[in-house]
C-alpha cells in the first residue's frame, strides 16, 4: 500500500483543515495523525482489485470496523480517483465475504482457516470469527450507497453486490422468526458469558413475528440480552432504504426493490410498537433491547449503531419527543454505561471495566451535537484524552486517560477524523 502522502486531495484536505483549526495545534496534529493511520497501516490491495481492512490490533477484518475505518476518505475520493478504487474495492470483498457466510462477523484474508477461537458453529476457512450482528449486514449496503452518492461510482454494483443483497434480505426474513426458521447457533466454551449464546447457542428466547429481526451479537461482539436489538434495526431501516434507491436506480429490478420496501415497513412497524418503553424520569424512551414480550433493556453502548447514533445513521423516529427523551436517558447516569471523572464524561461498554469512556461514543455525541461550539468543546475533551499517544484508543479511563484499552483502533481514529471534518465543514452525502 502506497502511503497516502501521494494522494492530492487528502493533502489539500489536511491543509483547509489546518486554515479552520487556527489556535487549536493539538487537534489539528491529532486529526493529521488519525486521519493518515488508517491508509497507511490497515489497508491492503489484493491481487482481484478487492481491499482488505484489517481493524488495527486484530489481524482481520470486521464487515462493520472496515466500512466505519474507510468512511471518512468518502470525502477525499470524489476527487482522487485511486482513493475511489480502493473504496470500491472494499465494498467488492465485503460482498464476496457476505456471500461466503452472512452470518460471519469477521474475515480473513485468504481461505487459511485462522479463527478467534474454535467455536461450536458453522465455520468455514475464510471466517475468523461467526458472530451474528445485524450491523454487520448493514455496514456494507451503506457503505457501497454512499460510495455511489459521494464519488458517483458504481461498478461495485454487480452481481456479487446483487447476490449479497439478496442473502441479507433473506437471513434478515428468516431471523425475523428466529425461533421457527433460523439455522444459526453459536457456543463459545469456557468463555464469559457475555461470548456466547444461552440455550445450545440459540440465545435468550424472543417472540416471533413482531417486525423487528434478531440479533445474536451487538456491534462490541458482546452477546445480546435480548434478542431484537433496536438500534440495530433503526440501523436496517435505513439501510434498506438505501437498497431500494440502489435497485431501482441501477438494476431496475422491481421485485428485489419492494422486497426490500415491504421488509423495511415491517422492521419500522416493529421497533415504533415493541421498541419503546414508558419510564417514570424521561418520558418515553427507546430501549436498547427487547425480547417483544415486554422485557427490556435499558442502556446504550458505545460502539455504532447506538441509541446516540440513531440521527447520524440517518433513522427518523415517528415520535421526535421519544428520540429526544432517549437522548437525555442515555447521556445520564441514569444509563447504567454512561461514566463521568476527572478527565471526561461519556458512554462506555459492558464489553471494557467499569468508569471506562469509549472515544467513539465521545466522537459521536460531537457528530450529533447541534452546534459548532458544543462539537468543539468534545474535540477539545477527545484531544485532553489521549494518553500522550496523538491518537485514539478503545476506552479510557474516566480519571486518568493514560489507563486505555487497545494501543491501535483504527475505528476510534476515524470517528475522530470525522467530528474533525464535520466541524470544518466537510459533509457526507446520503
Not at 468463555?191 to 440455550?199: A, E, F, H, Q, V
Amino acid at each position: 500500500m502506497e502511503r497516502n502522502r501521494k494522494y492530492s486531495s487528502i493533502e489539500k484536505i489536511i491543509e483547509t483543515v489546518n486554515d479552520k483549526l487556527k489556535g487549536e495545534q493539538k487537534i489539528f496534529e491529532m486529526f493529521k495523525n488519525c486521519y493518515t493511520n488508517t491508509l497507511d497501516t490497515t489497508v491492503k490491495g489484493m491481487s482481484d482489485g478487492t481491499t482488505y481492512v484489517i481493524t488495527g490490533d486484530i489481524p482481520a477484518m470486521w464487515l462493520r470496523d472496515s466500512a466505519a475505518q474507510l468512511r471518512p476518505y468518502l470525502i477525499a475520493a470524489k476527487d482522487e480517483p485511486a482513493i475511489a478504487d480502493i473504496l470500491t474495492g472494499l465494498s467488492k470483498r465485503q460482498f464476496m465475504y457476505i456471500q461466503i457466510d452472512p452470518y460471519a462477523n469477521a474475515f480473513n484474508e485468504q481461505n487459511n482457516g485462522n479463527c478467534w477461537e474454535d467455536d461450536d458453529t458453522d465455520m468455514n476457512g475464510w471466517v475468523w470469527e461467526r458472530k451474528y450482528e445485524v450491523d454487520s449486514l448493514c455496514y456494507p449496503l451503506q457503505f457501497a450507497y454512499l460510495i455511489w452518492k459521494n464519488t458517483g461510482r458504481t461498478e461495485h454494483f454487480d452481481e456479487v453486490f446483487k447476490k449479497g443483497a439478496e442473502k441479507i434480505i433473506e437471513v434478515l426474513c428468516k431471523e425475523q422468526y428466529h425461533e421457527e426458521r433460523s439455522p444459526y447457533h453459536f457456543i463459545r466454551r469456557n468463555t464469559y458469558y457475555t461470548d456466547t449464546l444461552s440455550r445450545d447457542g440459540k440465545g435468550a428466547l424472543v417472540k416471533s413475528g413482531i417486525g423487528m429481526t434478531w440479533s445474536g451479537f451487538r456491534p462490541s461482539d458482546d452477546a445480546c440480552t435480548y434478542g431484537y436489538l433496536v438500534p440495530s434495526n433503526m440501523f436496517t431501516v435505513v439501510v434498506l432504504g438505501y437498497l431500494e434507491e440502489i435497485v431501482d436506480k441501477i438494476f431496475h429490478d422491481k421485485k428485489l426493490k419492494n422486497k426490500a420496501k415491504a421488509l423495511k415497513q415491517e422492521i419500522y412497524e416493529g421497533i415504533e410498537s415493541y421498541g419503546i418503553t414508558k419510564t417514570e424520569e424521561f418520558g418515553e424512551i427507546y430501549a436498547y433491547e427487547t425480547d417483544g414480550f415486554g422485557q427490556y433493556n435499558l442502556m446504550d453502548d458505545a460502539n455504532v449503531p447506538s441509541l446516540l447514533s440513531m440521527e447520524y445513521l440517518g433513522y427518523k423516529a415517528k415520535n421526535e419527543e421519544t428520540a429526544k427523551n432517549t437522548r437525555r436517558f442515555i447521556l445520564s447516569e441514569a444509563n447504567p454505561y454512561y461514566y463521568e471523572g476527572n478527565k471526561a464524561a461519556g458512554i462506555g461498554s459492558p464489553h471494557t471495566p467499569a468508569k471506562y469512556i469509549w472515544h467513539i461514543a465521545m466522537a459521536m455525541e460531537g457528530l450529533t451535537a447541534k452546534s459548532k461550539e458544543k462539537k468543539l468543546e468534545i474535540l477539545h475533551k477527545l484531544a485532553e484524552t489521549d494518553g500522550g499517544t496523538g491518537l485514539m484508543h478503545e476506552s479510557f479511563h474516566a480519571d486518568d486517560d493514560t489507563n486505555y484499552t487497545r494501543e491501535w483502533f483504527s475505528w476510534s481514529n476515524a470517528m475522530f477524523s470525522e467530528l474533525v471534518l464535520d466541524y470544518c465543514g466537510y459533509q457526507i452525502k446520503r
